[in-house]
């Protein structure tokens, strides 16, 4: 039975203390928070103690921590937890910034202590299903892949301001999602956004709605749309055309009923919210990591997936700010 950790007593922190507690492997036996009464409320609810990080990270009975904090925290803690011994699930992104995330992997990578960063979408069960089809060669090569991701509504303006932005915090699932799928970083990116569903989203020096072109040396192209609003929904989809065929993950909907009258056809809308769409995702992410460390095999999200998909998000970024393409640099698979 692992011992586990949260750092992080949020609204993704609450996600993840449900994750482990449904887990017959592991006990939630600490949370942090650097809002008291969050963690306590957090930590009442699953049977958990409040205490400090510093107290948790000098634990040696706890094997394991869950780093759900504020990305500015994230390298930090990532490092801190690794030199004391422990094994790290960290949510996306690594870090607000490339250099900063590439020396935290070089410390983590001194300790010998396995670190996952949390792209959950990959255990999508319908996302993974469409992976291992590809790795089956189900439809050949894989040639052309599109990626539609629309939240239901934007997030404040207050979230915005330290979230790091559209690519760094929103868009980031899906270059993850891209590099996963086509099995590797791309060689260059190229972005166009504006900021047309809240104009204080562009006062706050963000974009609320993107296209990015990702491109690698062989010719394969990926394709990125993210918007902020989509009034109906959760809007999830991709599709992949590959040499032989056609892969294509649809929405899950409120309810499967379908009516068809003299008027038309008319089906359920996507659910809501990532909360209904990804919470199997959520549980299947943290059996893996549990899985990994109860069983010492590789974690099946590493740092340097994390730190790919971060490199795409600031290749992004600066595509945006010049109106240029940006390379990677090919010595270093997810740098710029």
């Known amino acids: 039975m692992l011992n586990i950790a949260l750092l992080g007593a949020g609204r993704i922190g609450q996600v993840h203390a449900r994750s482990i507690s449904a887990n017959p492997d592991c006990t939630l036996v600490a949370v942090t928070d650097v809002a008291a009464e969050a ?167 963000d974009v609320d709605t993107a296209v990015v072109t990702l491109s690698w040396a062989d010719g394969r192209i990926a394709v990125v749309k993210n918007s902020r609003r989509a009034g109906y929904g959760y809007d999830q989809r991709i599709e992949l055309l590959g040499s032989e065929g056609l892969l294509s993950a649809k929405n899950e909907l409120e309810n499967t009923i379908e009516k068809i009258t003299r008027e038309g056809t008319r089906s359920a809308k996507p659910v809501y919210f990532f909360l209904e769409r990804y919470m199997r995702a959520y549980e299947a992410e943290w059996a893996a990591f549990v899985h990994a460390i109860k069983t010492s095999t590789p974690v099946p999200v590493t740092l340097a997936d994390g730190i790919a998909a971060l490199a795409c998000a600031e290749a992004a970024t600066r595509s945006v700010r010049t109106g240029e393409t940006v390379a990677l640099r090919p010595e270093m698979p997810g740098g710029l």
């Open 39 to 205: 963690a306590h409320n957090l930590a009442a609810r699953f049977q958990a103690k409040v205490r400090s990080v510093d107290d948790i990270l000098a634990d040696a009975a706890i094997d394991a921590v869950l780093i759900a904090t504020s990305t500015d925290t994230h390298s930090d803690l990532i490092e801190r937890a690794t030199a004391a011994g422990k094994a790290v699930l960290c949510e996306k992104p690594v870090d607000l910034a490339l250099e900063r995330a590439l020396a935290c992997q070089a410390k983590v990578a001194r300790t010998g202590k396995p670190v996952m960063i949390g792209f959950n979408r990959r255990f999508d069960p319908n996302f993974a299903a469409l992976k291992a089809a590809v790795d089956s060669g189900e439809i050949g090569k894989a040639e052309l892949l599109a990626i539609t991701s629309f939240d239901p509504a934007p997030p404040p303006v207050s979230y915005i301001k330290v979230s790091g932005g559209l690519f760094r915090d929103m868009m980031i699932h899906d270059f993850d999602i891209a590099c996963w799928i086509m099995g590797g970083a791309p060689s260059k990116v190229t972005a166009t956004a504006s900021s047309l569903v809240d104009s204080e989203i562009g006062a706050a020096g």
